[in-house]
């Protein structure tokens, strides 16, 4: 939760000192496909809190924030930078459905 203080999904590239990897552009970008993938591991690792977290920042920056509502784009960069707008890969969103019902099934087994 050290990128944005947890307001905008999770960035790429974070060195162990907890800062931003500059070294790339790809590094220092938050991609809405990325966060989406990590927030469905994170529910079927049982970090059900984080994974939320995360998703909420993400959330709150893209539509809330930066209005972008039906044009979800590839990558942000802080502050409020991004590119690729309408693009596919934040399907992925359905990946944190996907977590749930698994999770809620193997409670149940």
């Given at each position: 939760?050290k990128?944005?203080?947890?307001?905008?999904?999770?960035?790429?590239?974070m060195?162990?000192?907890?800062s931003?990897?500059?070294?790339?552009?790809?590094?220092?970008e938050?991609?809405?496909g990325t966060?989406?993938?990590l927030a469905?591991?994170m529910?079927?690792?049982?970090m059900?809190?984080?994974?939320w977290k995360?998703l909420?920042?993400?959330?709150n920056l893209?539509y809330?924030?930066?209005?972008?509502?039906?044009?979800?784009?590839?990558a942000?960069?802080?502050p409020n930078?991004?590119?690729s707008?309408?693009?596919?890969?934040?399907?992925?969103?359905?990946?944190?459905q996907?977590?749930?019902e698994?999770?809620k099934?193997?409670?149940?087994?």
């Amino acid at each position: 939760m050290k990128y944005a203080n947890g307001k905008a999904g999770s960035v790429n590239g974070m060195k162990p000192n907890g800062s931003v990897d500059i070294t790339s552009m790809q590094s220092e970008e938050m991609w809405i496909g990325t966060t989406c993938a990590l927030a469905s591991l994170m529910i079927f690792e049982g970090m059900n809190e984080k994974a939320w977290k995360t998703l909420e920042g993400m959330y709150n920056l893209l539509y809330n924030k930066l209005g972008l509502a039906f044009q979800t784009p590839e990558a942000l960069m802080m502050p409020n930078v991004y590119r690729s707008l309408g693009y596919m890969r934040a399907l992925c969103i359905w990946s944190v459905q996907y977590a749930l019902e698994q999770k809620k099934e193997q409670q149940h087994n």
